[in-house]
């Protein structure tokens, strides 16, 4: 049975297509680390992003060169762009005027309220949501020294600070991250802000490391908050290609059951009774499953005493015997197939459920 968790209610912004908070599936986005400026390998790396399922992709956007490039870099993106902009609130305006779907800027550090003025009154006319984004690493120095450090009410003071610059505007569109690299950290500032505003967030541990530290440091911390009902859309940042951080944010949704995409492989860890290679099964199984878009659950497991029951609720499964294997549906045994059989078997049977 399907266990719902619990949402936290925020209000609904939208970047370009994609709606975030009020209850709208929590959105996987990335971040593209080609240089900006080359609008064609930016493209590329968009393009295999969103081949991979990223919904929403920001950009650095760190001179003009970089603005000039957004307007093609906009123009062919199969999915929505957010500029990133740091400090100069005139590459904020030109991203804006290149057709952004978003900003990521701190509205406390482009140089006065003026300078908010002007942002916020393109932003407005184009109805571009600016995401705060807070991060431990770049605090201001009056709170690191009114905290004595990095503390989760630091992040949330500063967060609090830039929000009201831009209430003070009264610009509605707006979400919040405050990330940091620590993660009980990160889910103290995230809980306390979500207790005090209710505007989206956009969750994620921050500097997570490589693929192995970083995906584990990414799923706690996130799957923390998800669990708690916090957050409306996710940036898993790991160190190098960013196309993993896409396919560790939806394996985090789905095993939290928050949203759907593709197959779940559930295989059994292995024990004394298993007499196949069941590794090797279970890799050909998912590399076979690569480009499976339905939505299905497929068990691999070591052996028929226990495998067909504890993975019940697999659409479809194979569980390994003595030089052979019996082909499952949803618990139920449907055939015996022989070892050299067993891949092929199960990909017909998964072939043939239904759309
Ligand atoms: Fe062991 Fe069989 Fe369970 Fe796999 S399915 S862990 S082989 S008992």
Redesign the pocket.
């Known amino acids: 049975m399907d266990i719902t968790l619990p949402r936290r209610s925020t209000r609904r912004i939208y970047i370009g297509n994609v709606p975030i908070g009020d209850g709208a599936p929590v959105s996987v986005q990335s971040m593209c680390n080609t240089d900006t400026r080359d609008s064609r390998a930016t493209l590329e790396q968009i393009g295999r992003l969103a081949a991979a399922g990223c919904e929403i992709i920001r950009v650095a956007v760190p001179d003009a060169k970089a603005v000039e490039a957004l307007t093609e870099i906009v123009n062919h993106s199969p999915i929505p762009v957010i500029a990133d902009i740091h400090f100069d609130y005139k590459l904020a305006i030109g991203a804006l005027r290149s057709g952004v779907h978003g900003l990521r800027l701190n509205p406390g550090n482009i140089g006065g309220s003026q300078n908010v003025r002007e942002v916020v009154a393109i932003a407005r006319e184009r109805q571009v949501p600016i995401r705060i984004g807070v991060n431990a690493g770049s605090l201001e120095k009056s709170l690191l020294e009114k905290y004595q450090g990095v503390t989760a009410e630091a992040l949330v003071e500063s967060a609090l600070g830039h929000i009201r610059l831009l209430e003070n505007e009264n610009y509605p569109w707006m979400k919040i991250s405050l990330k940091a690299s620590s993660v009980p950290l990160m889910v103290k500032a995230y809980q306390s802000l979500s207790a005090q505003v209710d505007y989206p967030l956009h969750i994620g541990v921050t500097e997570a490391g490589t693929v192995r530290s970083g995906v584990i440091k990414s799923s706690v911390g996130i799957g923390a908050l998800l669990a708690m009902g916090i957050g409306d859309t996710l940036r898993v940042s790991l160190t190098g290609d960013p196309v993993p951080e896409v396919a560790t944010g939806w394996e985090i949704l789905k095993s939290l059951g928050l949203r759907k995409r593709g197959p779940e492989m559930i295989s059994?860890?292995?024990?004394g009774?298993?007499q196949i290679n069941l590794t090797a099964v279970a890799e050909a199984v998912e590399k076979a499953l690569e480009t499976e878009t339905r939505p299905i659950k497929v068990a691999v497991?070591?052996?028929v005493?226990?495998?067909p029951g504890?993975a019940r609720e697999a659409d479809v499964g194979v569980a390994g015997g003595r030089d052979s294997g019996l082909l499952f549906r949803k618990g139920e045994v449907i055939k015996k197939v022989s070892q050299e059989e067993m891949v092929e078997a199960l990909l017909e049977e998964i072939r043939n459920l239904p759309a």
Do not use: D, K, Y
């Open positions: 059994c860890p292995t024990c009774r298993c497991m070591g052996c005493v226990n495998g504890e």
